[in-house]
């Protein structure tokens, strides 16, 4: 299959101020781009992975020749991340998750201002370029960190919610002040989607 860039669920000003629509813009339609041109690449040299979900190529990362192995994990991981950060935001978002999804994370980790500050700290603490990730791995929740664009579907785990701490992420508007932006996102988290990915993982 050739993988296209899905289009961005709301318009790039849509989460002014929180994040920037320049920031958007270049985040979706060239970092984003740049994931999918570059796994189409790879993939024309082992077409073998042609008929492979953008799921499968992640999941089963060992299985990948090894010739491409690399470039199907930095741009294949880097669609993967993106695809899913996107449904991850919303305008008029944020605030505390409701539900089984709010239960889950305050039998988790005590409280929402707790599982707050431990995400922000994997954000904040994640060394270079990554991500942080609230995951479910059996039913239970954790909260990760992972380099680079490797995500927890490559470490046979659940994402119910991730952010992006890679620098094109948020250095237009915050500099090097990620723990700024980090406390922003929060007020864009799209939570019904969350909801959704928890129950799915179930």
């Known amino acids: 299959m050739t993988h296209v860039l899905p289009a961005l669920p709301y318009a790039a000003e849509a989460l002014e101020p929180h994040i920037d629509a320049q920031t958007m813009q270049i985040h979706h339609g060239k970092h984003h781009q740049a994931y999918v041109t570059n796994l189409n690449a790879a993939i024309e040299k082992a077409p073998e992975l042609a008929t492979w979900s953008l799921d499968d190529l992640n999941r089963r990362l060992s299985e990948v020749p090894d010739a491409v192995r690399t470039a199907v ?3 294949g991981g880097g669609h993967w991340n993106h695809s899913l950060f996107w449904r991850l ?3 008029h978002a944020g605030g ?15 409280a929402f201002g707790s599982f707050k500050e431990q995400l922000q700290a994997a954000g904040v603490g994640r060394f270079g370029s990554g ?3 609230l995951v479910s791995d059996g039913g239970k929740l954790s909260i990760i960190s992972t380099p680079n664009q490797d995500n927890p579907l490559m470490e046979g785990k659940h994402a119910i ?3 992006d701490v890679w620098e094109h992420a948020y250095y237009l508007k ?10 922003a996102w929060w007020n864009v988290v799209n939570w019904t989607e969350v909801a959704k990915l928890y129950d799915a993982a179930k």
């Open 174 to 183: 915050y500099q090097n002040r990620r723990a700024d932006y980090l406390a």
């Open 96 to 110: 505390e998750p409701t539900g089984a999804i709010g239960a889950a994370i305050a039998s988790s980790f005590g």
């Open 73 to 75: 994990r930095n741009n």
């Open 161 to 163: 919610l991730g952010v």
């Open 131 to 133: 991500w942080a990730w």
């Open 89 to 91: 935001m919303a305008p």
